[in-house]
């Protein structure tokens, strides 16, 4: 079971914006380590799409945007379009026990 | 160009030990700061991260499977090796190796930045 959690799905019309929150704690976000955030489509390898909270890699557009705040951390995508529809997994690490990466529950995100 | 490519066995049964090797170029783990990760992910679940090993032979493991896994590299072969053990049907997934740097990681945790396309472990007697 992951400590850090997203809403299972969101959804929302092309052109709109959508975000999506990462809910950690005091051993992870909380504790100030970064997070990083990654776009799965379908039958494909996860893709880095927001590194140390708010970098973007080259080549990810800029309608996608990640923040941090206290415990918790958000992606959020502007314009969204029709190829954005995807899975979406938070990364951060976790102190707990002895310490390691852990991943997001993950967030379905549907274009309407 | 930075690529990464699992390979290993499709099918394995239970209490086997399982190896899965990741072969990679565009890049060497002798480099500073550079690291290979293996992340799973079972059908229809969210990712699991497994083991990292950085270029100067340290190594990170998942507490709560640190006493199934090892991780080495052969830096002469660009290849990175998983091994874990006592297999069960629960550990079916799919296993990724990834690459990852320490600039994009922070002080903690890693960004894995470029990842293989996968391969599909089963667990079945």
């Known amino acids: 079971q992951s400590v850090l959690t997203q809403p299972p799905s969101v959804s929302g019309a092309p052109g709109q914006r959508v975000t999506i929150s990462c809910t950690g704690s005091s051993s992870n976000i909380g504790a100030g380590y970064d997070v990083h955030w990654y776009q799965q489509l379908p039958g494909t390898a996860p893709k880095l799409l927001i590194y140390?909270?708010?970098n973007r890699p080259s080549g990810v557009p800029d309608r996608f945007s990640g923040s941090k705040s206290g415990t918790s951390a958000s992606l959020a995508i502007t314009g969204l379009q029709a190829e954005d529809e995807a899975d979406y997994y938070c990364q951060s690490y976790d102190s707990s026990l002895s310490g390691s990466d852990v991943f997001g529950t993950g967030t379905k995100v549907t274009v309407l | 160009q930075i690529t990464l490519k699992e390979s290993g066995p499709t099918l394995v049964k239970p209490t086997q030990t399982l190896t899965l090797t990741c072969t990679f170029s565009g890049f060497s783990l002798s480099t500073s700061g550079v690291g290979v990760g293996w992340i799973r992910q079972p059908p229809g679940k969210a990712l699991e991260w497994l083991a990292l090993?950085?270029?100067?032979?340290?190594?990170r493991y998942s507490p709560s499977l640190k006493s199934r896994l090892t991780i080495t590299k052969d830096t002469s072969k660009n290849q990175v090796v998983l091994t874990m053990t006592n297999m069960d049907p629960v550990d079916t997934a799919t296993y990724y190796c990834?690459?990852?740097?320490?600039?994009?990681?922070?002080?903690?945790?890693?960004?894995?930045?470029?990842w293989g396309q996968g391969t599909m472990v089963t667990v079945s007697s």
């Open positions: 090993i950085y270029w100067d032979d340290d190594k």
């Open positions: 990834a690459h990852s740097r320490l600039d994009m990681s922070g002080a903690r945790g890693h960004a894995f930045d470029i």
């Open positions: 140390g909270n708010s």
